[in-house]
């Protein structure tokens, strides 16, 4: 009974985020066409395009307003901006690599291209889908606006009105603002580069008129995995949801199990579940993936879905009813040696890998959700995924409708991903500091992830308290989180590495204990005596004492992800020695090369899983 409430409630909150625009999931896997390329810019410091000279906001039609063609009719006509070849710029990608005027910007650019309509049906409809946009976006084909959207990491889409398609040259044009505010998420201060632009794919999505707009398939929560991996049958439950109600069938198919069915599909949101045999598990030992097939009117969508169960019991973590270490690394979405955001699949090739060499089944993707690629490889190599929206540091916890940005990025994040087995843990934060409004504000999330989806673990990376040697871990947001995370940087903030040899740890919580960062800055490079800050010495010394000191942590550690893959653009770092403007906390250097604590962490990731063995 009280499994059917929960789906209930489940339904409802789907039906509940269909106020605004839908997010259609999985476009990978149905009919799209790719918008990446070239495309025009203009910068516009001052928003020229968006305000008229009295600075409100431009009139649809205004010849001036950026959003509008603008050519002229004759050789008198007044012409004061036009998209050119002179100005492109490369989608997906962040500007500030593309070009050096770009570097620092912080601001409005203009994005456009042009676009045929693509092959449909008669009853085909068309969706504008962008992978992200950092941070606001708005959107306008032909002169008229299709929306507006914030939020720098998250997917989002619109549809394109039909008698606004042209058969050529539609005018697609977005207004790109990366500028901070106090009020939006991340706010004013972060410890990482504010890379603006059209950060990730951009595509055309087909879709019939009424369609699946997503859908969820996986283990049941509620069964004892041990008990089914014993009767070799497992219940797996789902759920589709359309776009608007209609009077069909739908069908959910995995033919290398023989699993075929057909479901009702009346109203907008159908529950199903069933009994399957003979399931391999998905786990980062074998990390199996099947094909699976909805199929909907003339649609069919597909996608490799993993099936495992990831649970808390007592001060462990089990994954698949077995208790599992987290040998992991953080890591941002960055490509060093290229100092860009990563967006392709190669980039992801290269941070995960890395993290393979390193020994992790784990990887903590901070500190906002990555690019699709990522978690699509994570689930393909069998790597382990914490995944995180940017609620970071001070952002203004006392405001409600700071707490609906947060709110609608944490349902982004979860929408988009929700069937990759690699994400375990969705965490609703990092360091946000201790008061009664930050813990509200935060658990409201930790609640609103678990009601979204209670098939992972809730976490937020915590600081950590104490005095003298005395490190406790008592923060009460602890209490909401299913696994107790914290940041530590003994040895680099505070003291010096061997502090940790006396240093005592207590936690208030009997759950599991999870150190989600520990790191120390190095110039790949640079070698002295480890007492020489910014040395790769300095830095092997703090990872030798770091782990002798975990070896030595209360029953529920239960896994680490060091601070981090690879060094990365911090405009906050500015020693002009050792860091100009890069956090030097990568094992690995801007110039791709490992550091001499990158071999001290992997040989304790080896020393793991031979103890495992
Ligand atoms: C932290 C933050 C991370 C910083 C790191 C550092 O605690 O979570 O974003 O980059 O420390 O290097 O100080």
């Known amino acids: 009974m009280k499994r059917y409430f929960l789906r209930l409630i489940l339904l409802l909150q789907l039906a509940n985020s269909n106020a605004q625009e839908t997010l259609i999931t999985n476009v990978e896997g149905r009919r799209n066409i790719s918008l990446n390329g070239t495309w025009h810019y203009i910068i516009d410091t001052y928003e020229t395009g968006f305000y008229d000279y009295r600075f409100k906001e431009r009139k649809e039609t205004d010849n001036g307003a950026y959003w509008n063609r603008n050519t002229p009719k004759s050789k008198s006509d007044l012409i004061e901006h036009q998209y050119s070849d002179k100005s492109s710029i490369n989608v997906p990608g962040d500007w500030n690599s593309q070009d050096r005027q770009f570097l620092h910007y912080e601001g409005t650019v203009w ?24 941070y606001e976006a708005h959107v ?24 606004l398609l042209l058969e ?4 697609l044009v977005v207004k790109v603002d990366n500028k901070r505010h106090a009020d939006e998420i991340p706010t004013l201060n972060t410890d990482w580069w504010n890379y603006g632009g059209i950060t990730r794919d951009v595509k055309l999505v087909i879709v019939p008129e009424t369609f699946i707009s997503q859908y969820t398939i996986q283990l049941d929560q509620h069964q004892d995995i041990s008990e089914s991996i014993r009767k070799k049958t497992f219940q797996v439950s789902g759920w589709i949801k359309l776009n ?32 399957l045999k003979n399931i391999q598990l998905w786990s980062p ?17 597909s996608e490799k879905i993993g099936f495992r169960k990831i649970e808390v019991s007592g001060k462990k973590i089990l994954l698949n009813g077995q208790e599992i270490f987290l040998r992991g690394i953080s890591i941002h979405e960055e490509i060093p040696q290229q100092i860009r955001r990563a967006h392709s699949l190669d980039d992801a090739k290269q941070l995960l890998g890395w993290a393979k060499e390193l020994g992790c089944n784990m990887v903590r993707l901070a500190h906002y959700p990555h690019n699709e ?23 203004d916890f006392t405001n409600p409708e700071v707490l609906k940005k947060a709110k609608k990025q944490l349902d982004e994040m979860i929408e988009r991903d929700r069937n990759k087995a690699s994400i375990i843990i969705w965490s609703v934060g990092n360091e946000t500091p201790v008061s009664e409004a930050r813990t509200t504000f935060m658990s409201t999330l930790v609640k609103r992830a678990k009601s979204r ?20 871990i008592d923060d009460p947001l602890g209490a909401f989180a299913d696994i107790v995370s914290c940041n530590e940087y003994l040895g680099w903030y505070r003291g010096l590495p061997n502090d940790c040899e006396t240093a005592k740890w207590e936690t208030i919580y009997d759950k599991p204990l999870f150190f989600s960062e520990t790191g120390a800055d190095a110039k790949a490079g640079f070698h002295a005596d480890k007492l020489t800050r910014f040395s790769e010495e300095y830095q092997q010394w703090y990872f030798e004492e770091q782990i002798a000191m975990m ?13 981090i893959l690879a060094d990365f653009r911090s405009p906050k770092r500015n020693n002009p020695e050792y860091q100009e403007l890069w956090n030097r906390k990568g094992l690995i250097s801007d110039e791709g090369v490992k550091k001499k604590a990158f071999f001290v962490l992997q040989d304790y990731y080896k020393s793991i899983i031979s103890d495992d063995n």
């Open 111 to 134: 994005y456009q291209r042009d676009f045929d309509k693509p092959q449909m049906q008669n009853n085909d409809e068309v969706y504008l889908y962008f992978g992200a946009v950092n």
């Open 140 to 163: 306008y084909l032909n002169g008229k606006k299709l929306g507006t959207h914030k939020g720098g990491f998250t997917p989002f889409n619109f549809k394109i009105p039909k008698e």
């Open 168 to 171: 050529k040259d539609n005018f």
């Open 244 to 275: 608007q109600a209609t009077n069909s069938k739908a069908v959910v198919e995995i033919p290398e199990l023989k699993f075929r069915k057909e479901i009702d599909a009346k109203s907008d949101s159908i529950f199903f579940s069933s009994a």
């Open 285 to 301: 030992e074998n990390p199996k993936l099947y094909n699976v097939k909805f199929t909907f009117g003339n649609e069919i969508i």
């Open 373 to 395: 690629n990522m978690t699509r490889l994570a689930d393909e190599m069998g790597l382990l995924v914490w995944s995180e929206i940017p609620v970071y540091w001070t952002i």
């Open 453 to 472: 989806d209670d098939s992972r673990l809730i976490s937020a990376a915590l600081e950590v308290s104490g005095e003298g040697n005395l490190n406790k």
């Open 551 to 563: 070896k030595r942590m209360p029953d529920n550690y239960v896994g680490i992800s060091p601070w």
